[in-house]
């Protein structure tokens, strides 16, 4: 049965009800080998081979004390691993997101407090990530451009990929390096992310392909998304998102054409695009 948003709150806190409690049995090291099968699931399950894939994702963004909700967070991912760059035991996947700050009921850009202009949205002009299969772990790399600078993260990251009859889970966690916030206070954050293929025998790709990623940081904020992959940008369900997109960054309607198109964009230090903010 797909994960709904009820199973995946309720199933993070179960999680963390359970880590509370001392186990002998969590004192044993337990091996989680990412086969090769296992791996090529996962490809598939995020983009597959030269078949680009348009993950929508709605949730909350809350505050820590009290968990009053800032704002909703609405976007898109596209994202595509290209045939050229995948080998039995690699690929690289390129793709692109943009994620709004809306007002909680409405599809309204929220207002920054700290500029009081309409929030900037988390954006990336391009993200390359590099998956290598070694010893059974899965080595993990992002090259991450934010339209103002291109950085490097992913080290660290821990896959756990597993099945249960059809089912397919993938877990994993990022500790991005911390950066500063508007008043030039570092800020510290951690995401973690679960992306399922309910398998096979569902046919439409959004109750197929679903996942979720919370986030917390350092600053008090904690945000949770939900997941859905559709086959193509059109059929993404939000009308504002799209007609936005469309509009004032037709760019992140797809993914990266290509490598080439990565390498001009790693050219530039600042990519404009009139879906921030002027």
Same mark, same amino acid.
């Given at each position: 049965?797909?994960?709904?948003?009820?199973?995946?709150? @309720?199933?993070?806190?179960?999680?963390?009800?359970?880590?509370?409690?001392?186990?002998?049995?969590?004192?044993?090291?337990?091996?989680?080998?990412?086969?090769?099968?296992?791996?090529?699931?996962?490809?598939?399950?995020?983009?597959?081979?030269? @078949?680009?894939?348009?993950?929508?994702?709605?949730?909350?963004?809350?505050?820590?004390?009290?968990?009053?909700?800032?704002?909703?967070?609405?976007?898109?991912?596209?994202?595509?691993?290209?045939?050229?760059?995948?080998?039995?035991?690699?690929? @690289?996947?390129?793709?692109?997101?943009?994620?709004?700050?809306?007002?909680?009921?409405?599809?309204? *850009?929220?207002?920054?407090?700290?500029?009081?202009?309409?929030?900037?949205?988390?954006?990336?002009?391009?993200?390359?990530?590099?998956?290598?299969?070694?010893?059974?772990? *899965?080595?993990?790399?992002?090259?991450?451009?934010?339209?103002?600078?291109?950085?490097?993260?992913?080290?660290?990251?821990?896959?756990?990929?597993?099945?249960?009859?059809?089912?397919?889970?993938?877990?994993?966690? @990022?500790?991005?390096?911390?950066?500063?916030?508007?008043?030039?206070?570092?800020?510290?954050?951690?995401?973690?992310?679960?992306?399922?293929?309910?398998?096979?025998?569902?046919?439409?790709?959004p109750q197929r392909y679903q996942g979720t990623w919370a986030s917390g940081n350092t600053a008090g904020s904690m945000?949770?998304?939900?997941?859905?992959?559709?086959?193509?940008?059109?059929?993404?369900?939000?009308?504002?998102?799209?007609?936005?997109?469309?509009?004032?960054?037709?760019?992140?309607?797809?993914?990266?054409?290509?490598?080439?198109?990565?390498?001009?964009?790693?050219?530039?230090?600042?990519?404009?695009?009139?879906?921030?903010?002027?």
């Amino acid at each position: 049965m797909p994960l709904t948003r009820r199973d995946g709150l @309720v199933l993070a806190a179960a999680t963390m009800a359970a880590a509370s409690v001392p186990s002998k049995a969590a004192e044993k090291p337990v091996k989680r080998t990412v086969t090769p099968a296992l791996f090529d699931a996962w490809i598939a399950m995020r983009g597959g081979e030269d @078949v680009p894939g348009y993950w929508y994702s709605d949730g909350l963004v809350r505050s820590m004390t009290g968990g009053t909700v800032e704002s909703r967070m609405l976007g898109v991912e596209t994202w595509i691993t290209p045939k050229a760059l995948r080998t039995p035991t690699s690929a @690289v996947s390129i793709s692109r997101k943009v994620y709004f700050f809306l007002e909680r009921d409405k599809d309204v *850009i929220v207002t920054d407090k700290a500029t009081g202009k309409p929030r900037r949205p988390s954006i990336f002009a391009y993200q390359v990530r590099t998956f290598t299969l070694i010893d059974g772990t *899965i080595d993990y790399k992002v090259e991450s451009h934010d339209t103002r600078a291109s950085r490097m993260g992913g080290q660290g990251s821990v896959y756990t990929v597993t099945t249960t009859g059809d089912q397919v889970h993938v877990n994993y966690a @990022v500790f991005p390096a911390a950066t500063p916030d508007s008043k030039g206070v570092s800020v510290a954050r951690g995401e973690i992310y679960d992306y399922f293929d309910h398998g096979p025998r569902i046919t439409e790709m959004p109750q197929r392909y679903q996942g979720t990623w919370a986030s917390g940081n350092t600053a008090g904020s904690m945000a949770n998304l939900m997941h859905w992959r559709y086959p193509t940008f059109g059929a993404v369900p939000n009308e504002w998102l799209k007609a936005h997109i469309r509009k004032n960054g037709p760019m992140w309607m797809a993914p990266p054409k290509d490598m080439a198109e990565i390498e001009t964009l790693r050219k530039s230090s600042r990519v404009k695009t009139d879906l921030i903010p002027a």
